[in-house]
């Protein structure tokens, strides 16, 4: 199925589309939303929401663009509203996060690794997520996605210097962010 | 390898591949032996390996079950009486505040004009009775101007 006879399908509201653009990009919109969300729940819910809004909103696909791209497109914006919308909520998340780490350290037959582990994880995640919105986005996209910069310049409808300028910029405020963690 | 060099091949890397063999080596060499760029491998490039755990490379076979059953209570979804009233309670407080304001900021510009005292059906006598008032003053006027020349004359 072309992009152009996916749209239409859409618009048309054709099951089998909604079916075959599920299918095909599942994998590609929770893994996004899992870059900026860091977490397995919340990465559920707002792939449902962003293939929702593409099947609900298809008709404002423009078909310049990739029906990938526009999938990165909402995912991206999804993901970075739940934040905004859910940052309350998260802090005590966290607080419930490191109580109950700490009671896996002091559990006797508890292993140190995955908690180590979690906790590295935690740093970069913060570090990352303290990054300004389009450094974070240009970085979460090449970084954890692995797009390419000419892709990432075409989901951020930017030239590519600036996702140049974006990803370095990126690069030296985390290592700026992660130095407390790491310099001795 | 010199550890601006190794912070960059930690920093350009991504989770999912390290440059080649060789490079990589010569990273692993420098791990051993320096602590700092150790930690920085640890934090960073651990982390990064951490964070792209939960990435998935298998599908969901009943997602779009899940979605068409999302779609379909959402477009049945009964009106919310709740929050229809919750909504008019709000904006009905609103709107009474924002006439009190209205009549308290008026009250205050125009604090204890005139007019305040008068009712409607008053007004249009008061009137009559501040020009009778004003007719009078004139009358009053004309009289002694007309006596003071008299008396002027006489003088003369």
Same mark, same amino acid.
């Given at each position: 199925m072309t992009d152009t006879e996916l749209i239409q399908g859409l618009i048309d509201g054709d099951q089998r589309a909604g079916r075959f653009l599920v299918d095909e990009y599942q994998i590609m919109v929770y893994n996004t939303c899992y870059s900026f969300l860091h977490n397995v729940h919340n990465a559920e819910d707002v792939t449902q929401d962003v293939f929702i809004e593409a099947i609900k909103h298809a008709s404002r696909f423009r078909a310049e663009a990739k029906v990938s791209t526009w999938l990165y497109r909402i995912a991206i914006n999804r993901s970075l509203n739940y934040i905004r919308n859910n940052r309350k909520r998260w802090f005590w998340q966290e607080i419930d996060e490191f109580f109950d780490s700490g009671k896996a350290v002091n559990?006797?037959?508890?292993?140190?690794d995955p908690v180590e582990r979690s906790e590295q994880k935690n740093i970069i995640a913060r570090a990352i997520d303290a990054l300004p919105k389009n450094q974070r986005i240009a970085f979460s996209l090449n970084k954890l996605e692995d797009l390419s910069y000419a892709e990432v310049a075409e989901v951020m409808e930017l030239k590519l210097p600036a996702v140049e300028s974006l990803l370095h910029r990126a690069k030296m405020n985390l290592q700026k962010k992660l130095k407390a963690y790491y310099e001795i | 390898m010199n550890c601006r060099e190794c912070e960059n091949i930690i920093f350009e890397a991504s989770a999912a591949q390290l440059v080649s063999t060789e490079v990589k080596n010569r990273l692993e060499q420098h791990l051993s032996l320096c602590s700092h760029c150790r930690q920085l491998y640890i934090v960073y490039a651990e982390g990064m390996e951490q964070l792209s &755990? &939960?990435?998935? %490379?298998e599908g969901d076979d009943g997602l779009y079950a899940k979605i068409a059953a999302q779609m379909q209570a959402t477009q049945h979804e009964p009106v919310n009486v709740r929050k229809i009233i919750r909504l008019s309670t709000a904006f009905s407080g609103a709107a009474a505040a924002v006439i009190v304001g209205i009549f308290i900021g008026n009250q205050l510009i125009n604090p204890? %004009?005139? %007019?305040?005292?008068?009712l409607r059906s008053e007004v249009s006598s008061a009137v009559a009775y501040a020009s009778d008032d004003l007719y009078q003053e004139d009358a009053f006027l004309l009289s002694l101007e007309s006596y003071l020349s008299e008396t002027e004359k006489v003088s003369e």
């Open positions: 559990e006797p037959m508890a292993e140190i | &755990g &939960g990435r998935r %490379s204890l %004009s005139e %007019s305040a005292f008068y």
